[in-house]
């Protein structure tokens, strides 16, 4: 019956569970040395890379996020999706030689070839810092759900989610990581169809009348060609400009230096099946965030027929009521007001699906860090603690889930805004100096650890400087462009290295070793 969360929901919610815990415990007697735990043997298939790269950036942030940025605004921000195989080929080409060819556990372990040690700590600790942060948006996010649908308290959503994750994440390893977030991955598009399929079951399957009520709202908008850089409400505007060259940034800063989504293709082995799984990433990408983005117009048109006139006054108290955004409530709404019992659990698995997969892959990757360019790093000058075992990594794992678990409680009462603009911050901010770092090393000859460094800091003074006088989507580069300026400037000053040191780690030289 629709309007009602029962038992038969309740129960594929917890089919869903425990095929996960299953499925992700099953690797843990399988791991016998931190490259099995942490990158699946150097041994992954490429297209299962692939689709657990898309599950780990689709957290519940993109699935609540992204139907309800087009349900309150308009087609201007889904136009980045189109520049994801531009952004495979350009961390192909930039940052996959490099990867192959050291082994790296970690993409910092570049910065410490290029540079020195206490620039990949200094990039390492940067990272943490953002995953944790992220991590902690998406648990928010999927607990804010839980708790519209079956009415838990959000901390206790937060503490389920993360206990449940972590267990399965310190025991199985990155295998478990891969291989659930594979099957996560079609639960989570199982989830897109049946909501959809109940829209267009309401409208007798017009997809042009859900169309045409979104175009009378405004909500069909897909370009803003606005080129006054000079006026200062341009660099809070969806423009082109911002959507494809400040977007097209904070992408290629992700996927190639954050660790996260790194690790993935990592875990392919070679080159050319790094390569593949990034573009058919991207590529898979396009269908499932375009359908995500559907939903929105979905919504809005089944929220806004006068049939439904009691759930959209329902919907809107919601949202007033809990002083939140609309952007954040309206699919958690749908889903316990109008899907019937079994289908609200599937698409509640779903969401789970989306959140355990980047909370995850994350946990995984912040152990990675923490493990290798910290303890084991430190530990190679001091030969008499020996190295890292097993025990201590899961250790560590679960040390990061308690601490991330704990952050997400933190969110609840922070009383965030819309949680895809707040991700998409987190990221931006972050990967900007990131990735400037990294841009430093490859293409100049100068840039130095101290340059790189002071660059970096210099790129987050910027970002937060600016944070309230540009849109979200510029906050990549914000950060990216003062780095690579004052990074190469302080570099300058100072004497060159030997150009037979560095050389070999700048795309000018990586072919020569």
């Known amino acids: 019956m629709p309007g009602s969360f029962g038992l038969s929901g309740y129960l594929v919610l917890a089919g869903y569970i425990l095929a996960t815990l299953g499925l992700g415990l099953s690797f843990a007697l399988k791991q016998k040395n931190l490259t099995g735990y942490f990158l699946a043997e150097r041994a992954a298939p490429w297209w299962a890379v692939g689709i657990s790269l898309l599950a780990c950036d689709l957290s519940a942030i993109s699935y609540i996020g992204t139907p309800g940025w087009t349900y309150r605004n308009d087609l201007r921000y889904p136009m980045s999706t189109f520049m994801m195989p531009i952004m495979a080929v350009i961390v192909a080409y930039l940052f996959v030689p490099f990867l192959a060819r050291i082994q790296a556990f970690t993409i910092y372990e570049y910065l410490e070839r290029r540079f020195d040690l206490k620039c990949r700590l200094f990039a390492s600790a940067v990272f943490s810092l953002q995953r944790a942060s992220h991590m902690s948006v998406a648990i928010y996010a999927i607990s804010l759900a839980l708790n519209q649908i079956v009415g838990w308290p959000v901390w206790g959503c937060v503490i389920i989610i993360g206990g449940l994750t972590t267990l399965y994440t310190v025991f199985g390893g990155m295998k478990a990581v891969l291989w659930t977030d594979v099957m996560q991955f079609f639960v989570l598009v199982g989830g897109i169809f049946a909501m959809a399929g109940v829209v267009l079951w309401h409208f007798s399957g017009d997809v042009l009348h859900i169309w045409n009520v979104a175009a009378e709202a405004g909500h069909t908008k897909l370009f803003s060609f606005d080129a006054n850089f000079l006026n200062p409400s341009f660099w809070k505007e969806l423009t082109v400009w911002g959507i494809f060259l400040g977007l097209l940034v904070s992408q290629v800063g992700a996927y190639g230096s954050d660790q996260v989504l790194v690790q993935r293709y990592i875990a392919a082995g070679s080159a050319r099946s790094m390569t593949n799984s990034l573009i058919f990433c991207s590529l898979i990408q396009i269908p499932v ?58 698409v509640f698995a779903s969401l789970f699906a989306a959140t355990m997969s980047v909370f995850s892959s994350g946990l995984n990757s912040l152990s990675t860090v923490t493990c290798v360019d910290f303890i084991q790093r430190l530990r190679e000058s001091r030969p008499a603690f020996g190295e890292l075992s097993l025990t201590t990594a899961r250790w560590v794992t679960f040390v990061w889930g308690v601490l991330v678990t704990l952050s997400a409680v933190a969110v609840h009462f922070a009383q965030m805004g819309s949680v895809v603009e707040v991700a998409a911050a987190v990221i931006g901010f972050f990967s900007g100096p990131l990735l400037g770092m990294f841009l430093l090393g490859m293409f100049s000859l100068r840039a130095n650890s101290t340059g790189a460094i002071l660059g970096a800091i210099a790129g987050f003074v910027v970002a937060f400087l600016l944070r309230n006088h540009v849109s979200f989507i510029w906050y990549a580069v914000t950060g990216c462009v003062p780095t690579i300026i004052v990074g190469y400037l302080i570099s300058y000053a100072a004497s060159p290295e030997p150009i037979q040191k560095v050389f070999s780690m700048t795309i000018w030289g990586r072919s020569k070793n």
């Not at 089944?302 to 759930?311: R, S, V």
């Open 289 to 346: 965030s375009l359908l995500l983005f559907f939903l929105g117009f979905a919504f809005f048109a089944f929220y806004h027929d006068p049939k439904n006139a009691t759930l959209l006054s329902s919907l809107n108290q919601l949202v007033t009521s809990s002083g939140g955004d609309v952007q954040n409530f309206v699919m958690p709404h749908f889903i316990r007001n109008v899907l019937p019992s079994s289908l609200a659990g599937l």
